[in-house]
């Protein structure tokens, strides 16, 4: 018992004489050649997709540190008024964006109340050039309060050594 079936057989081209697949022979070919060609498309298409996806990522995390290290903002750090580059919080759970530059001089406790409050959370500026302004702005604001409270102290001062003068000129001229 020979099991052969159609596709087996070879088929004799006539004009040159060579042995040639049969008919079912070449469709099966065909149909092969089809669902590697379509595996070929499907996997080609995986492929792209997570490289494109990959491409996709990866730009927005760059652009995402590009905007973070191009950004700068203030907050409070042991009483003191920070310098920062970076994004105030967390970008996502657990991940910060945020690098120290400087600390300054200016204590917080010598800030408007509201504005230290918003120092607590962070207050966002576009560059380190601009956090520097707002540095010399508050630098400024606290120059002005002493010299608002300053005068008022020396007048004090003035009028109680004033009044001391008075005290002892009485006390000479009763002698």
């Known amino acids: 018992d020979v099991n052969t079936s159609e596709s087996d057989f070879l088929v004799c081209d006539a004009k040159d004489g060579t042995a040639a ?4 022979t070449r469709r099966v070919q065909r149909q092969r ?10 996997h080609l298409g995986i492929i792209s997709f997570v490289v494109l ?8 995390v760059g652009g995402l540190y590009w905007y973070a290290s191009n950004s700068a903002f203030l907050r409070t750090e042991d009483g003191k008024v ?5 994004l105030p919080g967390e970008v996502l759970p657990g ?7 400087y600390t300054t001089d200016v204590d917080s406790s010598d800030l408007l109340t509201s504005t230290a ?4 959370s962070g207050i ?21 309060q002493n010299a608002r ?3 008022s102290s020396s007048q004090q001062n003035t009028s109680s050594s004033q009044q001391g003068a008075l005290t002892s000129l009485q006390g000479a001229s009763s002698i």
């Open 53 to 60: 996806l990959v491409l996709l990522i990866g730009s927005a």
């Open 149 to 151: 409270q300053r005068p």
């Open 21 to 24: 697949p049969s008919g079912s």
């Open 82 to 86: 920070a310098v920062f580059r970076g």
């Open 124 to 144: 966002q500026v576009d560059s380190l050039n601009e956090a520097a302004t707002l540095v010399a702005s508050y630098e400024e604001q606290i120059l002005e």
């Open 117 to 120: 409050e918003r120092l607590e």
């Open 95 to 101: 991940v910060h964006l945020e690098w120290h530059e």
């Open 33 to 42: 050649n089809t669902q590697r060609s379509r595996s070929r498309k499907f």
